[in-house]
């Protein structure tokens, strides 16, 4: 008896794979053509697509045929009482109150192939802001359910391509992955649906692509914001993705870590004069500049370098400044294996109301990634940085560590700008000096974190070390911030955890403008086409 019932479990009709195509005209109207791949028994007598929540489109145009090429007689109204041998080689359609049931008799067990085409009108509306369809192409409730399932869709004008920079595709209630295919769109699932699967896809074409003969209500931002809801595309920040500024930002961030910026020929030269201007007489400049802002300083310099801004060197002196302010310490502690190892130990940040933002957030960040024993391990800062849970802290702390600069915005402030060159020019030139006062060795801590932003600590604390040997045994912090091994360390795991985060960000980002990746299960919301008319083999 238990090998008969696993026979019958196993004997059920089983869908799988689902391709389907969809062509979609310019006035709105889409060509449809599903292929299912099927094993077929002796359950049920027909195959069926159930489409509900129509609104105003229709179905037409309805062919079914099979694996040996046979084109099934289209019966017109479709009777689902009829046997099995009679629904064989014949398909029709039920209208029902909230839509259709396209229909087609299973025929002969075994290894089937059923290719079902049908048109249905304004499957893309028109939007004030966009053109878009919003369709549920699998039902939750068909059974059984495709082991893999795909969704192409094509304009049917060739000289149309779907392309990211002016469509959109987003996916909801299945485990999958979107993207653009030589000007097509593809989602496509990841691995086998489950019972409570389905397939809600939602495309947005820019106006003028089409010309859709059925308006909708509202706006497509509003239908896109609805379909968020719940869903992972929803992060929780209000992000216009309209705004130039916004969309700018996600290609800076791409271009800081992904490819080198190319300048033009005028901005080039824009920077070379400005440069010029600034270095003029340039004298050193002994003080600390622009009041202590590292970033503000690290924003100098990058609006005066010709290649690609860095925050590489920003980060690592704002990890040097909290340990001169002794938020951070260097100590030996026990690993899992209870070996003694240096590591970083979080303490409280003083005064932490007037400390920069971005000082903040790095302390916060090791703060949390340390965990109640506070020792930092290099590993803890990786997995903190890495993780889902965190990303509203990390893409924080991003939009704070890439602010924007320009070199314009100092073009009234060259004083300024020449108070960060000249300091950079004095410790560059630290062995040049006969005298050491000592209000300039007090300034040593502040002179090994600007060092650091300029990328010369090396050089600098060598010189440090032979002028005055014995400072760095007799001041304990400035030892530590001499460490040339725990360091390096957390600023290497810190730079690369950043730069993983922030093309993290930008590929979330990227995705829920549409650009695609991975679907999302939840979210979808209502007013999809197509949806909760069932399907399947009954």
Not at 222 to 234: I, L, M, P, T, V
Request: negative net charge.
């Amino acid at each position: 008896m238990l090998l008969a019932s696993v026979s019958v479990v196993l004997a059920r009709p089983q869908l799988h794979d689902l391709d389907i195509r969809v062509v979609l005209g310019t006035n709105g109207d889409a060509r449809i053509t599903e292929t299912r791949r099927m094993t077929i028994d002796g359950e049920g007598t027909e195959c069926y697509i159930g489409l509900a929540n129509m609104g105003p489109s229709t179905i037409t145009d309805l062919s079914v045929s099979d694996e040996t090429g046979l084109r099934f007689e289209n019966v017109g109204d479709w009777d689902v009482d009829r046997s099995r041998d009679w629904k064989t080689g014949r398909c029709g359609i039920v209208t029902t109150r909230n839509g259709y049931e396209l229909c087609w008799g299973l025929g002969a067990e075994g290894e089937r192939t059923y290719v079902t085409s049908y048109t249905m009108t304004g499957m893309v509306r028109a939007y004030p802001d966009a053109d878009a369809l919003r369709h549920v192409f699998l039902d939750s409730s068909v059974s059984p359910k495709p082991e893999h399932a795909r969704v192409l869709l094509v304009a049917g004008d060739s000289t149309l391509l779907f392309t990211p920079d002016s469509c959109g595709i987003w996916g909801f209630r299945f485990n999958g992955e979107l993207s653009f295919q030589d000007g097509r769109m593809v989602a496509e699932t990841t691995e086998a649906m489950n019972s409570e699967a389905a397939l809600y896809i939602m495309a947005k074409f820019p106006k003028g692509m089409f010309a859709p003969s059925v308006q909708d209500e509202g706006t497509f931002e509003e239908k896109r914001q609805q379909a968020f809801e719940g869903s992972d595309y929803d992060s929780g920040d209000d992000v216009d993705y309209s705004d130039p500024e916004t969309f700018f930002g996600i290609l800076y961030v791409l271009a800081i870590f992904l490819a080198p910026a190319v300048s033009s020929i005028w901005y080039f030269v824009y920077v070379w004069r400005a440069r010029r201007r600034v270095n003029k007489n340039l004298q050193w400049y002994r003080d600390i500049p622009l009041k202590g802002d590292l970033q503000e300083a690290n924003n100098v310099l990058n609006a005066y370098k010709y290649g690609q801004p860095d925050y590489n060197n920003l980060l690592s002196a704002c990890i040097l400044k909290l340990v001169s302010m002794e938020a951070i310490t260097i100590e030996r502690c026990p690993d899992s294996k209870g070996r003694l190892r240096q590591n970083f130990v979080i303490h409280e940040l003083k005064d932490v109301d007037r400390q920069p933002v971005l000082m903040r957030q790095i302390h916060n960040i090791f703060r949390m990634a340390a965990g109640n024993d506070t020792v930092l391990e290099p590993q803890e800062l990786k997995t903190f940085m890495k993780s889902t849970y965190n990303e509203s802290i990390t893409d924080s702390f991003l939009n704070t560590l890439h602010a924007k600069t320009s070199i314009s915005q100092y073009k009234n402030r060259e004083g300024e700008v020449r108070q960060v060159l000249g300091l950079q020019k004095f410790l560059k030139e630290f062995t040049l000096m006969d005298e050491r006062h000592l209000s300039e060795v007090q300034l040593w801590k502040d002179y090994m974190v600007y060092a650091t932003l300029f990328g010369i600590a090396d050089q600098v604390i060598r010189e440090m070390k032979k002028v005055n040997p014995e400072y760095f045994n007799m001041d304990q912090v400035a030892g530590q911030m001499a460490n040339d091994m725990t360091l390096p360390t957390i600023y290497s795991v810190m730079r690369n955890s950043t730069a993983r985060a922030a093309m993290s960000k930008a590929s979330r980002e990227a995705r829920a403008h549409g650009g695609g990746g991975h679907s999302s299960w939840h979210g979808g919301g209502g007013g999809f086409s197509g949806g909760g008319g069932g399907g399947g083999v009954r």
